[in-house]
Structures are given as structure tokens and as C-alpha cells.
């Protein structure tokens, strides 16, 4: 299976503050291969939106995992999960991290 797992962007307060490495995608990157996945992992933090619709478009994920730890990402994961399931209506889309723990039923409310 390809596996897309995505670094939601820089919290707009944390340009400087708060850039993170994407240490437990990273452990599930590495999991996944380990399981004979094919991933592929792509930081928002570094890398811009074309560069994800682009790789979606040509690599064609069949799964797409984003990270919630924070908050005030849910508007951009929630925009990019919306159009990701518009691109690859097959898609398994999934989230994780401890925020997304937390408000999980409303994110789903808002996906529509």
C-alpha cells in the first residue's frame, strides 16, 4: 500500500518558536515500512501545499495520515483532508497525535 503521511505547516505564532521535527510520523514511516508499505512522508513545515497536491496527484497514496498535536491545525488538515477525498475518492484518510484524541467527533462533524 502507498502511504502518505503528512506534517501539517508552522503554527502562524511559531515561525520561529515552534518548528518541529515530525518524530512520531517518523515512527509510524518507519513501522509501515518495516510492514512492507511503501511511504512516503512530507513536511509542511518545509514544504508548501502544491508540493502535497502535487505528490497526491502523481503518486496516487491510497492512504493519507496527517498529524493533529496541535489545535490550531485542524483548519489546514481539515481543508487538505476535504480535497484529498475531492482527488482520490478511495482514499483511506486518517489523523492522529493528541489533539485530534480530543475533539475527534467534532473533526468529523466538520469534515462533512
Same mark, same amino acid.
Given at each position: 500500500?502507498?502511504?502518505?503521511?503528512?506534517?501539517?505547516?508552522?503554527?502562524?505564532?511559531?515561525?520561529?518558536?515552534?518548528?518541529?521535527?515530525?518524530?512520531?510520523?517518523?515512527?509510524?514511516?518507519?513501522?509501515?515500512?518495516?510492514?512492507?508499505?511503501?511511504?512516503?512522508?512530507?513536511?509542511?513545515?518545509?514544504?508548501?501545499?502544491?508540493?502535497? +497536491?502535487?505528490?497526491?496527484?502523481?503518486?496516487?497514496?491510497?492512504?493519507?495520515?496527517?498529524?493533529?498535536?496541535?489545535?490550531?491545525?485542524?483548519?489546514?488538515?481539515?481543508?487538505?483532508?476535504?480535497?484529498?477525498?475531492?482527488?482520490?475518492?478511495?482514499? +483511506? !484518510?486518517?489523523?492522529?497525535?493528541?489533539?485530534?484524541? +480530543?475533539?475527534?467527533?467534532?473533526? !468529523?462533524?466538520?469534515?462533512?
Amino acid at each position: 500500500m502507498r502511504v502518505l503521511l503528512v506534517h501539517p505547516s508552522c503554527l502562524m505564532y511559531a515561525e520561529i518558536y515552534l518548528r518541529l521535527e515530525p518524530l512520531g510520523l517518523e515512527l509510524v514511516a518507519a513501522a509501515a515500512r518495516q510492514a512492507g508499505h511503501a511511504v512516503q512522508l512530507l513536511d509542511l513545515q518545509t514544504a508548501r501545499h502544491a508540493d502535497y +497536491f502535487r505528490l497526491l496527484d502523481d503518486w496516487r497514496p491510497e492512504a493519507v495520515g496527517f498529524s493533529l498535536n496541535y489545535l490550531a491545525n485542524i483548519p489546514e488538515v481539515l481543508d487538505l483532508a476535504i480535497e484529498t477525498r475531492h482527488r482520490l475518492p478511495q482514499c +483511506f !484518510i486518517f489523523a492522529g497525535g493528541h489533539s485530534v484524541s +480530543f475533539v475527534g467527533r467534532e473533526i !468529523i462533524e466538520h469534515a462533512g
